[in-house]
């Protein structure tokens, strides 16, 4: 039996995430390579075709092996979280500084990879909680419960996050929340204690990063001359 978690509190928390996750990335993008309604708007269409993407492949994991799927898959979205802050704002700063279009193109290129692998992780995510449930109604709920996760996002991210957390912040919130559910399922179902002491060793390392942030954010802002 599946416990309540999986049905309500997951699927609208994964949704959530992968929502600012996108909403970020595209404010960065645009920010640096400029164009922002087209920048924009693509990052959104990548992301989504990368959700895309990630769904299909979801198709091969076995019902067996979706929890420590799921728990990687978490994980993987943490670590990007963390890391894509710092590696837009320098691969945006370079493009800034460069007189090369070929390289430009190259550092857009690479800040879009970004948005592919985060977007085929998303992609994972709501398959998988869905391959976990025989019954429709259960399936129907965390459909629902997807969406009105990405309809809150929509409205906290300029409503509250960006004018009082910053992109920084913003994105070790999101980050924190994935690792949260990650240790959930591997507490919960997977029981690799190894695994899970990691996991609280990187909770308490991006507690740090969130206490600092608000130094991290005014450094990239000076570094970068925003």
């Known amino acids: 039996m599946q416990s309540l978690g999986m049905v309500i509190v997951v699927p609208f928390l994964l949704a959530f995430c992968?929502?600012?996750y996108e909403l970020v990335l595209a404010q960065y993008i645009s920010l640096?390579?400029?164009?922002?309604?087209?920048?924009f708007t693509l990052t959104i269409g990548v992301f989504l075709a990368s959700m895309g993407l990630g769904a299909l492949w979801s198709a091969r994991v076995a019902r067996d092996q979706i929890y420590p799927v799921l728990e990687k898959v978490e994980l993987g979205l943490c670590g990007l979280g963390l890391a894509s802050p710092l590696l837009t704002s320098v691969l945006g700063s370079l493009s800034l500084t460069s007189s090369s279009p070929l390289f430009t193109q190259v550092l857009f290129g690479l800040c879009y990879g970004l948005v592919v692998m985060i977007g085929i992780l998303s992609g994972y995510e709501i398959p998988l909680l869905l391959g976990l449930f025989d019954n429709a109604k259960k399936k129907m709920t965390v459909l629902s419960l997807d969406y009105f996760g990405s309809f809150i996002a929509a409205l906290c991210y300029p409503l509250l996050f960006v004018p009082h957390l910053g992109l920084v912040q913003t994105s070790l919130l999101v980050s924190f929340l994935n690792l949260l559910v990650a240790l959930w399922i591997g507490y919960r179902f997977n029981k690799r204690y190894v695994l899970i002491s990691a996991e609280l060793a990187l909770i308490a390392i991006v507690l740090v990063l969130m206490v600092q942030s608000f130094w991290l954010e005014n450094w990239l802002r000076g570094w970068l001359y925003l």
Do not use: A, D, E, L
Request: charged share 0%.
């Open 18 to 20: 992968s929502m600012i």
């Open 32 to 39: 640096y390579f400029g164009g922002t309604v087209f920048n």
